[in-house]
């Protein structure tokens, strides 16, 4: 570029930029630091602005978005505060793989260093829970550095990334170059096509498998549809079990016969037998993550293992596997199916017989049993009746983090990808009502529910405002037992069920709460009322918070207590007080 | 994110875990741009990796490149691991791992060098005794005075640490060191 030609302010070429990549909603909280970009969002209409009530919220907002649309999602904060309040949803996206860019404005660059008002190294803080982040220094240099961002948000593994933008840059005068002029940049160019001759080791490996298991994870997701498709496929064509972690619900359906339900540590029994016992396992998107391993020298351990991933970073990080493949899921599934059709007329099929008996007797074991009650909702039966009374719409559930969320994970069937939202790798309460909305924006006439427990929804609950100005309709479902239920289970099983601070005395009137921010309350306390209850929700054309009371000394099971192997699980039916007291020795009170 | 010093989870190569910990140079190649060398080190401090030595300097003006030199130590799963993981930083473009190629190309070791700038007492019996030992050395005296010297003095880390630990009873005053540059020997580049 030279000349006057496509000279613009560099809050112009903000806007600009962000439309060369297709943004159309952008969530954000306006400051000081950032008022020439609002000035611009405002002499504008291709973006719409969302705003927020906590740049916490726009976090999780923009995570919702991006997880439900594949895109990638847009915030916008201030400096100094606006820019911390943003960290906690830059590490949620960091461990969940979201493609977030996230734009922050700065003190004028003469300002930098000086403790300015609302200064804050923003990228030094945001550098370890980022891919990358930048500080701009040259208006000239800005639109390159934004393409940037977009590209490193979603290529490789995606994550978040920040743009840090001084004011007096905003203000300055420069040349827009387009995301086509942009010359690519050497570095960080990962690897999509996986190798061949690795992917037809898997598959020479899984042809002799006779006790098989595919693990599946949230890069199925990520990878996009084609890579749901190709997964399939592929456990059509195998016919091996499938599980999957929290994150990759939906990849599989919940309906396929060969699902075993999620794994982990609040696994089914069948899912974490089969990958006990198994002697090949094919991990799909997924890391090997404490809460799906247990103890890691207990691990499946007979196995030979086939991992795909994208980030060669994860490849034998926490367990060794015997073929890596790095690549893109879906390229690699592609593959993958495509070497196996070849392959199709030599595999015997009656040698997985067995290993399906074995399953259908651990499937029998109906690990997810609960006893019902006729008085008390019971926690699960809620979310199964809240699933059987939406699962012909078009649904989007999101969640907070605790019991709720594990229920929701094991009782909600997702058919689907991009249909759930959790954060798995965080586990940030407050992240579920923020995603829902951000979830509500990109996808209108859907019905969006959060999922929520009595004490994660207090965290970012200032967003019904936000969902009122909007008129997005989304649905908080609260699970409320009056307790942080998840601590107050570990304090059940790890410390003589003293309940240091897991009660919440002063619980908030949330039919009340709803209405004084404009929304619809509705209460239920009786199994009987709440189908009736759940209709009203779904059809109210506003935000609603469902006050579900439910019983509130149930626990999650099964559970893998930490530090244990998988065929050590409680059981629901097996966890008496005693074995509840006993599940956990010193040592695996130590872990988390 | 100690998973490293945990047992592997695959029962197949529980025999790998003893695996002791090694010294390796590696050399990163990355964009010589602000905040670069933050990111690197906060890699290791987050991840809990050693760093015995770490150099970094601009090696090409014109593509912007610097090249960062790091003495770490660990098993070569926590080895691998560190590769990987500096590979995935944006402005990273190469990693190699010095001590893995030379043991490839029949070296015992790359090529490290290190620079060391030593002060020293010198006066009486001592000052000769110092002058003939750094001259044995070859360390230079780059500036003195009728009581002290200043050396330089180039080579392997080994090397200087000996010349350190025989100046320490002559009058050691104060050593600065540059920390290791290497590179593999043949011809090929990294
Ligand atoms: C921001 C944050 N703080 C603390 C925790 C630790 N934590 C995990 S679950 C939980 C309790 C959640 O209670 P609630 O939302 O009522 O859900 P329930 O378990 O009762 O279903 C807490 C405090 C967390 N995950 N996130
Ligand atoms: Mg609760």
Redesign the interface.
Known sequence: MSGTENQMTGAEIVLQALKDNGVEHIFGYPGGAVLPIYDEIFQQEDIQHILVRHEQGAGHMAEGYARSTGKVGVMLVTSGPGATNAVTPLQDALMDSIPLVCISGQVPTSLIGSDAFQECDT??IT??CT??NW?VRDVNELARVIHEAFR?AQSGRPGPVVVDIPKDIQFATGAYTPPSAVPT????QPKTQGDLKKIEEAVALMKSARQPVIYSGGGVINSGPQAAHFLRELVELTDFPITSTLMGLGAYPASGKNWLGMLGMHGTYEANLAMHDCDVMICIGAR?D?RI?GR??A?????K?IHIDI???S????????VPIIGDVAAVLEDMVRLWRAAAKTVDRTRLEDWWKSITKWRARNSLAYTPSADVIMPQYAIQRLYELTKDRDTYITTEVGQHQMWAAQFFGFEEPNRWMTSGGLGTMGYGFPAAVGVQVAHPDSLVIDIAGDASIQMCIQEMSCAVQYGLPVKIFILNNQYMGMVRQWQQLLHGNRLSHSYTEAMPDFVKLAEAYGGVGIRCEKPGELDEAIKQMIDTPAPVIFDCRVANLANCFPMIPSGKAHNEMLLPDEATDEAVANAIDAKGRQLV | MNAHLQPTGSAYFIAKETELAETHTLSVLVDNEPGVLARVIGLFSGRGYNIESLTVSETEHEAHLSRITIVTRGTPHVLEQIKNQLERLVPVHRVVDLTVRAAGLGHERPIERELALVKVHGSGEHRVEALRLADAFRASVIDANIDHFVFEITGKPSKIEQFIAIMKPLGLIEVCRTGIAAMNRGPQGM
């Open positions: 990228v030094g550098r370890p891919k990358h500080l490193v940049q050497k570095s960080y090997f404490d391993t890691l020298n691990f499946s351990p007979n196995s293992k980030d060669p970073s490849i034998n990080k926490n367990v060794r596997v015997d």
